[in-house]
């Protein structure tokens, strides 16, 4: 009996013991917050939300989002960082390092985007799609992996970085060595191309409105190619842009800067930010619940005044090239503007300088808008929400970055023709169209003008003979003497109110073909010697350009000086002359601060990177009433002279500095990178 | 001033209390003489030589050989009877005759210890189980119980890396056990309920804590034992009257550890240092800080609270009869910050009943925890540290600030900090209702059902300011118009049930106890979050007056099975053998990797019960030795790690305007053969007890060998995954490799009375050694652990996983001094070209002519060569002394705050840093350039040895005599002081070389945590 009853007592406590134990979905537990990636990529409208989420990645701060386009300036000629920035000063000094935060975002954001784009193209095979449609998201795949692969290989080691061709599933596909330059470069040609080939040359409905076209994959083929010195080919995808009659400058190039006039005639391919679509909490952030679709850009190149930091200004050297942008009277653009200083339209809209008297800054004058002391000489308004009382609260911007638009394509385009030896009257044409548009006088190919000293006004003026136009005259020293000169392009190497070492002076001065110089020599502003070379310079000699025929009177080897008193002379360009202009005028003026890093490209890709430096050192200037001058000993006495680049001159050497070190954040976490 | 008077009237209200006691309440009674004898419970003998004390009075007698007594009393006064070996036995006098039978002390033996899902008596464990008591816990003034037990238990080592009020300090328990945050942490077993982290019990509510050390008392809880297991008991009652417990103490704290950093005269001498060798962008702070030399801030100072006050007052009702009992505990806890704007408060109540009735008896526990935690501004050391002395103090009240200058957007924006609200709140309630049912002889059913809920919300609340400049211009940048408002809430809920069957059965010398059982586990955590911008007013911080910001959610969630069985079995209480198998299943890994089994198996032989031992039983009372072998694992790891996921948001304004296209991407990358991590332990013990606990030696010798240990790692950056905050998408959980541990500890204790001082005196000692076996990749190396909390991105990881290493090893450059000529400049040219002279030389350890990560190399670990506790205490009649030291010794930590101060060029040694004319020092030049190889993180520079020894706790305490506590109706009455922290003996130059971090890599990176503070506190307890 009690054994029975022991039996009872041991089944209930055996069925209580494991009463539960039969529910086998006890264990499987459904993940509530995200849908699993294996069940996912089934359908176009799948592989489409992943083609946006890659766009989304162009976004990032490492790419086109706020911090590499405040960040990247400072490396090239074209900003400056504001005294307590440790990160913008390490990369204008160029004592950046693998830790630098901008050598790390850009190397990440672009892989976050590869691998995004690598998800669409890896998963494209599993869905049935029609073949215009197939190939329609695959060129616009290939194009995003080949911008980003673009950014890596023009900004790192050489151009040889890692290649991942497919979305890395399993772990050991994480840890990959860098590929040779070549292979980096022949995958982007391929993905340009495709793109090139298959991307539409515009949409038809307007919520297409930012996918990448044709233009853009043309564009980023002929920018590949430039790079590499493939002048005739790169030349070749420019010029179809230019014959697409797709694009056209916008009448005003503000539009190119603001919030109200994205993606116009001019953009050939912008990134999209939109301070309405998504707020955000996070404000670097772009991604996620809390991410925005805003650009901390504005924020941090602002003024005080304007809430911002501006951690990156623009350098002296920009801002002096600003101050002589000269204005063309004659355009209407520039029927409505007066003031002391008449600054261009182009100044305007793109930096702000305390004396510009015909615009404003947050809603204050230029000069009230910013404290322009610290040595302050200018802050950026370019893609900065200049019109508005201060920029946003929070660290957001809604201005599309603009990546690539008309007029860049025409200077690389022009850049091509000189290089390739072309028509110097296409190319003149191509920068009056922009510099007619900025509201500056334009390059003419023969210009007569005659010197006249204003008896009134200490200024020398030249007198365009064809149009009237009263050019005021620049002072500049060399080797202490004074000298007067007068060109549409002020002497970058030795800008006005400079004292400089002829030094200096760029040795191509020295290659300048006979007559064809555009520097004017004005000595002690009765005789007017024009010089053609270094040489002459050092020589004090001066050559008459009416007359191109020198003369050796005394058969002393050397040319004759030729004294001209008042008189008509003209002027004319040469291919050379011609790439110093876009180099030192037009480029910087109308594309500083603009795209990813444009700056640093074109530099390296003239070889220019120490010669510029070094020039750039030797500069002094002074700041005067809020207003930045080229330091002249005769006039800036009490003033101490301040400098920029010396660093940078002193260390750069291309093989450290053209492109960025691998970042450290990689090599830590992938042993195999070095193996 | 004001803490000042504060000591003042409270040290006078005290002097007044205790005089009141002593002198008020005295009086004499009449004489009687009291005889008898004293024998032993355990064989009737008679006891000679037992020490007779009149309480309250330094009267005496003893026993003499035959075991009688005879002494002159005062009528109603008490007689204490003391042996050692023996219990202390306490009389009241009544008549003219007492025999006096004393119980055998169960210290070493029969005492009951508490283990997986029962209880033992000590001299059946057979693996390494420690124990602590509630008047040991109770020393320490602390809210956190994990701090009351430093040192105080061989191999259970506790590291305080973060001391704001209410952050708990770490667990670890042999060593380092996971390569994960929070990993290392042991489970916690409260009354039978488990908790993977701290359950945050009221030191006041515990009656006693014990640690399951080895392998083989651990697998009992399988999967979640791995880091060991602490298992706790809060207070039960005991039939008979109701007894009442108060317990009061009031301290006031100091921080005592600072770091040295530059005067506005040294400052601006390191500035000068800075800009003498660079030429662009000198920057002269007195050209934009005018009146800069009026002002010596010492912004550090600033940001401390002195004397900041923490109080403690518990009540507890304990009492019971006819079979039920209970016991309630009240606790309040306050305690001010000892930085700006941070404090804790926190009041629990804990109630446990217990009622038996025949074959049924039921027990409940409800505990319920209301704490506010306001947190000083995130990162305020780091500002505390950037911030120059010339800069004007801050009046944090006002609204609107004026700052001069032409860069005050620094300085204000940390005036706008000062203004921030950012607290928590945990509200949690725990409760267990466990029934047990003797359905026939031996056989026990138990039911525990559990069931915890923890809601933890956060509040930020970042007020809108302006900042005005001297002239009175608005500052745009500096100024805050956006109000903003962050709200978030944590739901921690779990559910536990568990069902055993305990069979237990003698016959003859035979002891069997066989347990089987099992459990089923929930836990779920939600959590949201909501926020507001541009609130209309400062003053009306709620949701609805502000513009909604985008709210994120998410819920894990988390189901185990367990089944269990052990077996234990003795013989004759000589060979003893304990054998456990738990199968656990949990939802963390896939189908294919769901289940895991854990056995371990573990004998002892009590050798002191051996015949040949009887001669020496006299002298040693208990030997026995212990081996053991078991296994645990570790399902420790968020949830749904094992398959990848895609995430929406990732979006992008096509179409142009604010017209938004949805985006989804797989932002990271999953395991899908994530599966356990296991753990094989052995363990070796030995335990002596001398003369009935008048001396105790435990000596534990372990190895324990963790496989496929888990850890979320960082794919390289090129592998592209998407980095989002509070998300862990950049990163996959892996079985990345093994670890081992081995070490021993040893644990003594020694009671001597001399005359009327008896003096009870401890150690623990504790050596482990942590070693990486191997990673899943071969020569893979995993670097993590930033040095500083701030500015991560740009600095560089200094800890390592790599075989042959301990976890969390420093891996980082070799730095030998700065460059000090020309000519050593133009040859460490030839490898990093932009270095100047003053510039710090890294070594190039490969040769290769490149400085590269190989270069890097180990420079020690912060896991200590070992650690150790004293613990004295001593009685001297009334009085009793107290004193505990804890130190470690051999142990690295980087100095993440000099690093900081360095990087931002406050720190006072740069005054002495190389320039010309001072060439030969080898403390680098101060450079502009925040990455500057002189400031990067990952150098041995910033390296120090953390050694210390600190005196813990010194506590003198006072009781009342009886006879005088009596004339007031009352128990007992005992006041004391006590010095916590008060010294601390160490060569680190940072805060406090006591740095800890649950996550491994950060374990001895000082980050500028809160640091620790000396307090002095005088409190007291009474019965009745």
Not at chain 1, 64 to 82: E, F, K, M, T, Y
Not at chain 1, 363 to 371: F, Y
Not at chain 2, 395 to 401: E, G, N, P, R, V
Not at chain 2, 575 to 597: C, E, K, P, Q, T
């Amino acid at each position: 009996m009690q054994t029975t009853l022991n039996k009872i007592y041991l089944k209930i406590i055996i069925g209580v013991l494991f009463l539960f134990s039969c529910n086998k979905d006890f264990l499987d537990i459904q993940n509530p917050n995200d849908l699993n990636s294996a069940s996912f990529w089934s359908s176009e409208e799948e592989l489409q939300m992943g083609l946006v989420a890659t766009y989304a990645a162009l976004q990032l701060d490492g790419m086109l989002g706020g911090s590499a386009a405040i960040q990247h300036p400072v490396r090239s000629d074209v900003g400056r960082p504001n005294n307590w920035n440790a990160n913008a000063i390490g990369l204008n000094t160029l004592t950046l390092n693998e830790n630098t935060q901008i050598v790390t975002s850009r190397w990440r954001d672009a892989y976050i985007g590869i691998y995004r784009a690598n998800q669409v193209l890896t998963n494209i095979d599993d869905v049935d799609l029609s073949a215009d449609i197939r190939n329609q998201i695959e060129a616009e795949a290939k194009f995003l992996r080949g911008f980003f692969y673009y950014s890596l290989y023009r900004g790192y080691n050489n151009g040889s970085v890692i290649i991942h061709t497919s979305a890395p599933e399993m772990r050991d596909e994480f840890y990959k060595k860098p590929s040779p330059a070549s292979e980096v470069f022949e995958l982007i040609l391929q993905d340009l191309e495709f793109a090139y080939q298959n991307l539409p040359k515009s949409y038809d409905l307007s919520e297409d409105l930012g996918r990448a076209t044709w233009g853009a994959a043309t564009a980023m083929l002929g920018k590949l190619l430039i790079n590499e010195q493939n002048y005739n080919v790169a030349k070749g995808y420019f010029k179809e842009i230019i014959d697409s009659n797709i694009y056209s400058l916008t009448a005003d190039i503000g539009d190119n800067f603001d919030e109200e006039h994205e993606f116009n005639s001019e953009s050939i391919f912008e990134v999209a930010f939109s301070i309405e679509a998504k707020t955000g909490t996070s404000y670097g952030a772009k991604d996620g619940t809390t991410g925005s679709e805003a650009t901390s850009r504005a924020k941090g190149l602002a003024t005080t005044q304007g809430g911002g930091y501006r951690t990156v200004m623009p350098s002296f050297y920009m801002t002096m090239l600003f101050r002589n942008d000269i204005m063309d009277m004659t355009n209407p653009i520039n029927a409505s503007r007066t003031g002391t200083a008449n600054y261009s339209v182009r100044t305007s809209v793109s930096v702000a300088i305390a004396d510009d008297d015909n615009t404003t800054l947050y809603q204050k004058t230029s000069e009230s808008g910013g404290a322009y002391n610290n040595k302050e000489a200018s802050y950026l308004k370019k893609f900065q929400n200049w019109w508005l009382d201060r920029e946003s609260d929070l660290t957001v911007s809604g201005i599309n970055e603009r990546v690539i638009r008309l007029a860049d394509v025409l200077l690389l385009y022009s850049e091509c023709v000189l290089k390739g030896g072309g028509d110097l009257d296409e190319v003149i044409q191509m920068i009056n169209e922009i510099r007619n548009r900025a509201g500056v006088v334009k390059l003419r190919k023969d210009v007569e003008f005659q010197y006249d000293q204003d008896p009134n006004n200490n200024s020398p003026h030249f007198i365009d003979l064809n149009t009237d136009i009263v050019h005021v005259g620049h002072h500049t020293y060399i080797n202490g003497q004074e000298l007067i000169y007068m060109s549409d392009d002020p002497l970058t190497y030795c800008p006005a109110g400079m004292v400089c070492d002829i030094d200096s002076l760029p040795n191509n001065f020295d290659l300048l073909e006979n007559g064809e110089s555009y520097f004017v020599i004005v000595v002690d502003h009765e005789k007017i010697k024009l010089a053609a070379s270094k040489e002459d310079l050092m020589n004090n000699i001066a050559i008459d350009f009416s007359d191109p025929q020198y003369t050796d009177s005394n058969n002393d080897g050397t040319v004759d000086p030729i004294e001209l008193t008042q008189s008509e002379h003209h002027l004319s360009y040469s291919s050379l002359s011609l790439m110093d202009h876009i180099m030192w005028v037009e480029r910087p003026l109308e594309l500083m601060f603009e795209g990813h890093d444009i700056r640093w490209e074109d530099l390296t890709r003239w070889g220019k990177v120490k010669e510029q430096y070094e020039h750039l050192a030797s500069k002094k200037y002074v700041m005067s009433a809020k207003v930045l001058y080229e330091y002249d000993p005769t006039i800036h006495s009490a003033l101490t002279p301040i400098k920029e680049f010396v660093e940078a001159a002193n260390v750069y050497s291309p093989e450290a500095h053209d492109y960025f070190p691998i970042p450290s954040a990689e090599l830590n976490s992938n042993p195999d990178f070095l193996d | 001033m004001l803490e000042r008077i504060k000591i003042i009237r409270f040290l006078h209200i005290f002097n007044l209390i205790i005089f009141t006691f002593l002198f008020g309440f005295l009086t004499r009674a009449q004489n009687l003489t009291v005889k008898g004898s004293v024998i032993s419970a355990e064989d009737g003998q008679p006891i000679p030589g037992v020490n007779i004390r009149i309480d309250g009075t330094e009267m005496g007698s003893s026993t003499n050989f035959d075991g009688f007594y005879s002494i002159e009393v005062p009528e109603n006064s008490n007689l204490i009877f003391s042996y050692i070996g023996m219990q202390e036995t306490k009389i009241t006098v009544t008549q003219s005759r007492h025999n006096v039978v004393m119980e055998v002390n169960t210290t070493g033996l029969d005492e009951v210890v508490v283990v997986g899902y029962g209880t033992m008596k000590k001299r059946e464990l057979t693996g390494a189980v420690s124990s602590v008591k509630s008047d040991e816990i109770t020393k320490t003034a602390t809210s956190d119980f994990a701090s009351s037990i430093q040192g105080r238990i061989a191999g259970v080592s506790v590291r305080q890396g973060n001391s704001a009020p209410g952050e708990n300090a770490q667990i670890t328990i042999r060593g380092i056990t996971s390569f994960q945050e929070g990993g290392s942490g042991p489970l916690y077993v409260v009354d039978g309920v488990t908790y993977i982290e701290n359950p945050n019990i009221t030191p006041q509510e515990i009656e006693s804590i014990e640690v399951l050390k080895d392998g083989a008392s651990a697998s009992i809880y399988g999967s979640r034992a791995s880091g060991g297991v602490i298992l706790i008991t809060t207070k039960r009652g005991k039939e008979g009257e109701m007894k009442v417990d108060l317990e009061s103490y009031y301290g006031l704290q100091n921080i005592s550890s600072r770091i040295p950093l530059a005067n506005t005269k040294e400052s601006l001498y390191i500035n000068d240092i800075q800009y003498r060798y660079q030429q662009t962008n000198a920057f002269d702070p007195l050209e934009f800080n005018k009146d800069g030399l009026l002002y010596n801030t010492d912004w550090m100072g600033d940001l401390q609270v002195d004397w900041a006050p923490i109080q403690n007052h518990s009540i507890g009702v304990s009492g019971g009869k006819s079979g039920l009992t209970y016991n309630v505990t009240g606790t309040y806890f306050n305690q001010e910050g000892s930085l700006y704007n941070s404090d804790y408060e926190k009041f629990s109540l804990r109630s446990n009943t217990y009622f038996k009735n025949g074959r049924f008896s039921a027990q409940a526990n409800v505990s319920l925890n209301i704490s506010d935690q306001k947190k000083e501004p995130y990162a305020l050391i780091y500002d505390a540290i950037r911030l120059q002395p010339y800069r004007k103090p801050i009046d944090a009240s006002s609204d609107s600030f004026v700052f001069g200058g032409t860069s005050p957007e620094n300085i204000s924006n940390f005036a706008g900090k000062l203004k921030q609200e950012n607290d928590t709140k945990i509200n949690s309630f725990n409760g267990n209702v466990r029934l047990n049912y003797k359905v026939i002889k031996g056989v026990i059913i138990a039911a525990n059902l559990g069931k915890s809920h923890y809601s933890k919300k956060d509040r930020f609340f970042n007020p809108s300011y302006l900042i005005y400049n001297e002239i009175g211009e608005i500052n745009n940048t500096a100024s805050n118009y956006n109000a903003q408002l962050r709200l978030g809430d944590g739901i921690n809920s779990r559910s536990i049930a568990e069902f055993t069957m305990n069979y237990e059965r003698i016959f003859k010398k035979h002891n069997l106890k066989v347990l089987i059982g099992n459990t089923y586990e929930k836990s779920s955590y939600e959590f949201y979050r909501a926020g507001a911008d541009n609130i209309s007013s400062n003053i009306t911080p709620v949701l609805g007056n502000g513009e909604p910001v985008p709210s994120s959610h998410f819920i894990n969630k988390t189901n185990s099975i367990s089944y269990l069985g052990r077996i234990n079995y003795n013989y004759n209480w000589k060979y003893i053998l304990s054998v456990v198998v738990r199968r656990d299943g949990s939802s963390n890994f896939s189908a294919n990797n769901r289940y895991g089994v854990f056995p371990s198996i573990s004998g002892a032989w009590t050798i002191s019960n051996e015949s040949f031992f009887k001669s020496l039983k006299d002298k040693i009372s208990l030997a026995k030795i212990r081996i053991g072998y078991g296994t645990t694992g570790s399902d420790r790891i968020p949830p749904y790690a094992f398959s990848p996921v895609v995430i929406s948001n990732v979006d992008y304004p096509l179409g142009g305007g604010s017209n938004l296209v949805s985006g989804m991407t797989q932002p990271g990358y999953a395991d899908p053969n994530l599966k356990w991590e296991s753990n094989v332990s052995k363990n070796f013990g030995i335990d002596l007890d001398f003369k009935r606990g008048k001396a105790e030696l435990n000596i534990d010798i372990y190895e324990q060998d963790k496989k496929d240990m888990l850890l979320a790692i960082a794919p390289p950056i090129s592998a592209g995954s998407t980095p989002i905050s509070s998300k862990n998408y950049d990163r996959y959980l892996t079985n990345v490799g093994n670890l081992q541990n081995k070490g021993i500890e040893i644990a003594g204790h020694l009671n001597q009375s001399f005359g009327d001082v008896n003096a009870k005196f401890g150690a623990t000692f504790t050596k482990n050694q942590n070693t990486v076996i191997s990673l899943s990749r071969e020569g893979e190396f995993i670097l993590d652990g930033y040095p500083n909390i701030l500015r991560m991105s740009q600095t560089e990881p200094v800890a390592v996983l790599e075989a042959g290493l301990p976890v969390g090893a420093f891996k980082v450059y070799e730095t030998t001094g700065t460059i000090k000529t020309d000519e050593e400049l133009t040859d460490y040219q030839q490898m990093v070209p932009t270095a100047q002279k003053g510039d710090l030389r890294y070594v190039d350890i490969d040769g290769d002519g490149e400085l590269t990560i190989d270069d890097k190399t180990y420079k020690g670990s912060y896991q200590p060569d070992f650690e150790y506790g004293f613990t004295l205490d001593i009685d001297y009649r009334a009085f009793d002394l107290s004193v505990q030291l804890y130190g470690i010794e051999g142990s690295t930590i980087y100095n993440g705050a000099k690093q900081y101060a360095y990087s931002m060029k406050r720190h006072r040694d740069l005054v002495y840093s190389w320039s010309d004319v001072n060439p030969t020092s080898n403390i680098p030049t101060p450079r502009s350039n925040i990455e500057h190889p002189n400031v990067q993180t990952s150098t041995d520079y910033f390296l120090e040895d953390g050694s210390y020894l600190r005196v813990r706790n010194i506590i003198v305490g006072y009781s009342l005599s009886e006879v005088v506590v009596e004339k007031i109706g009352i128990d007992k009455l005992r006041f004391y002081v006590s010095a916590q922290n008060p010294i601390t003996f160490t060569n680190y130059t940072g805060f406090d070389p006591e740095v800890g971090d649950s996550n491994p890599f950060n374990g001895g990176l000082d980050r500028g945590n809160y640091p620790i503070s000396a307090t002095y506190l005088t409190g007291l307890s009474i019965s009745f």
